[in-house]
């Protein structure tokens, strides 16, 4: 089983795909831990990808791509896809990168929270890209490069459209039923 977790930033993603994966044993699989792992230590992939994130900015897709595609050829259980694909581009290369070892998206959970509660959940958490204005920036590069993606999945019939504004414990029963 393969899931995409799709959504604006803080609606719940990191959240609710840990508590998907931890029931199911998949792999979660989060391109923002991943990012961060690698300011934290340093590397130059690091260096490089906290340019693009302190301000709110997408990670450019080559880099990204190059990140998740070797993960991906090694993982034979479930996976949960968490803040990936988030471009266009990044969602044609994920569909190839698919087919090469016979596999396909299974769902893509869109979790619809509104904007109130996105801002809100974001400035309690005050993680470093939870400042006011890059909050914004996030906010418009999501309905610019990402939002595309629930049409570019609904036509292929495998968007499942989740109320992300409840608890927690509301939205992954939820989301439960649609992945049971
Ligand atoms: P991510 O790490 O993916 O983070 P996010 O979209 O901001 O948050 P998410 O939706 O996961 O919210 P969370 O569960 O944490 O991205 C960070 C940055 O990395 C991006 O801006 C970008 O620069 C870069 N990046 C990542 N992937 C990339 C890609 N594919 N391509 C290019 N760049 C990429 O929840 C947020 C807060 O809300 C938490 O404090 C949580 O406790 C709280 N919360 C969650 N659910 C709640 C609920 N139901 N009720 C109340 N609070 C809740």
């Known amino acids: 089983m393969i899931v995409v ?9 990191g959240t609710q795909a840990k508590k998907l994966s931890d029931y199911f044993e998949w792999r979660h699989l989060s391109t923002g831990d991943l990012l961060r792992n690698e300011v934290k230590n340093k590397t130059e992939l690091g260096l490089l990808a ?13 880099i990204i791509i190059n990140m998740i595609s070797n993960i991906l050829e090694n993982q034979n259980s479930g996976i949960v896809l968490d803040g990936f694909p988030r471009t266009i581009d990044q969602a044609k290369s994920l569909r190839l990168s698919l087919e090469e070892i016979s596999k396909k998206i299974d769902k893509v959970l869109f979790l619809d929270v509104e904007e109130s509660n996105i801002t809100s959940r974001l400035s309690q958490r005050g993680r470093k890209d939870d400042d006011p204005e890059v909050i914004l920036n996030r906010l418009r590069t999501y309905g610019e490069l990402t939002q595309p993606l629930i049409s570019f999945y609904q036509k292929e019939g495998l968007i499942e459209k989740i109320d992300g504004n409840g608890t927690e414990e509301n939205v992954f029963n939820n989301l439960l039923k649609v992945v049971a």
């Open 5 to 13: 977790f799709l959504g604006p930033p803080g609606a719940g993603k």
């Open 50 to 62: 906290n340019e693009f994130m302190r301000k709110g900015d997408l990670v450019p897709d080559s």
